[in-house]
């Protein structure tokens, strides 16, 4: 079935370090990938997303390239701030002929970034 | 546009209590979900709902059940907790399938059973 597989954290970084969060996924067809953050204390919400390969979803600075060759969709951000401290989901969701009403997320990558 | 709201925020149960945990969403979406969060897990579905009346399992069904009586609303329901069921629970909304469709979460609410 499909899967998703992103890296292992706590991730800890100095303000304005370089962030990549990799990502991997398996599915059939064509699946729409997203990522996702958690502020502490609340629920997930959308950080961006990519619908199709090459597609590049980008937000707050953050950027993901849909790589169907790798089946990559790394999470970077050039410069990051304390404020960027979260649990960041990488997800699929597959299309309307393959169950695309239900997402699947990767287990969750804490990142924490020191002033 | 209040988005998806949960109710409770936070309860504590003993073993063997009931309780049922309230989703609600205004933005009109047909698929509405409930989740588990645990340290490490990532979330896990436990159900799901594609439309109004509508429910089927997910990834982690036992020991919960739901009910979809009105297309806002989606109730999860534990007849009998146990504390293997202390978790965080969210429930997300999305609209229909056939688009990149996100999902968009509630707050969720901390479940504790002693």
């Known amino acids: 079935g499909d899967s998703v597989t992103q890296m292992e954290g706590p991730v800890t970084l100095s303000e304005e370090a370089f962030l990549t969060i990799n990502c991997t996924y398996t599915a059939t067809g064509y699946p729409s990938l997203f990522w996702y953050v958690q502020y502490p204390g609340e629920g997930l919400q959308l950080l961006l997303k990519a619908t199709k390969a090459d597609d590049k979803g980008s937000n707050k600075g953050f950027e993901a390239t849909y790589r169907k060759e790798t089946t990559s969709f790394h999470l970077e951000k050039g410069s990051v701030q304390v404020s960027d401290s979260a649990v960041y989901f990488c997800a699929l969701r597959g299309g309307p002929y393959t169950g695309g009403f239900k997402t699947i997320f990767g287990a969750g990558t804490r990142l924490f970034v020191k002033a | 546009n209040a988005g998806v709201t949960q109710t409770p925020k936070f309860r504590v149960l003993k073993t063997g209590q009931s309780m049922t945990l309230l989703c609600a969403q205004d933005?009109?979406?047909?698929?509405m979900y409930w989740y588990r969060q645990d340290p490490g897990m990532g979330l896990r579905l436990i159900h799901y709902s594609v439309g109004e009346g509508t429910t089927a399992k997910g990834e982690v069904p036992d020991g919960y059940n739901v009910s979809r009586l009105k297309k806002q609303n989606f109730l999860l329901g534990l007849e009998s907790a146990a504390p293997s069921q202390t978790s965080v629970y969210f429930c997300a909304s999305s609209p229909l399938a056939g688009g990149p469709h996100e999902q968009f979460f509630g707050p969720g609410t901390r479940l504790t059973v002693l």
């Open positions: 933005m009109n979406h047909e698929y």
